[in-house]
């Protein structure tokens, strides 16, 4: 199509692949956005970790407690729940829709083994918490020095 144009130059050219680039974004940037925010880092973490724990705050807002599932095996940590969609009356439709809604899964890999016995998990005003305590045989020992 634009290689029968002959007065089309260089630049026009790759101008064109630009404006088409730009409508194809715009085209599909809805289902994008909402695909993104479950798929990219939903829900959103902080992790502190000492010699004795980790500990992992996530933002789960509209998550049930009851349907958060929280897996620890070794050093991994599996985070999994589901964001229930609004749902729409008749009549209605979305004018901005930027919370997103599905499934989740987060796995985190951390600085040590988990003494999966001791985890504790603590939901409160949208903000889990939930502390990862470190087996006590993976724990660093300190070796006394004899002088001889």
Same mark, same amino acid.
């Given at each position: ?72 095996? /070794? ?5 999994? =729940? !589901?964001?229930?969609?609004? *749902?729409?009356?008749? &009549?209605?439709?979305?004018? $901005? ?11 985190? /890999? ?5 003494? =999966? !016995?001791?985890?504790?998990? *603590?939901?409160?005003? &949208?903000?889990?918490?939930? $502390? ?17």
């Amino acid at each position: 199509m634009f290689w029968n144009m002959p007065t089309l130059g260089y630049r026009d050219v790759w101008g064109e692949f630009d404006r088409l680039q730009r409508e194809m974004n715009r085209l599909f940037e809805p289902v994008a956005r909402r695909a993104r925010v479950v798929a990219e880092g939903f829900p959103p973490v902080n992790m502190w970790a000492n010699e004795d724990e980790v500990l992992l705050t996530a933002e789960v807002p509209g998550v049930d407690p009851d349907k958060l599932e929280i897996t620890v095996k /070794n050093d991994t940590v599996i985070l999994r =729940g !589901e964001r229930p969609s609004e *749902e729409l009356k008749e &009549g209605e439709s979305y004018l $901005r829709q930027e919370r997103g809604a599905g499934t989740f899964v987060r796995t985190f /890999n951390l600085p040590f083994h988990v003494d =999966g !016995e001791h985890v504790g998990a *603590e939901y409160r005003m &949208g903000i889990l918490q939930i $502390r990862l305590p470190r087996r006590e045989e993976d724990k660093p020992k300190k070796i006394a020095v004899q002088a001889g």
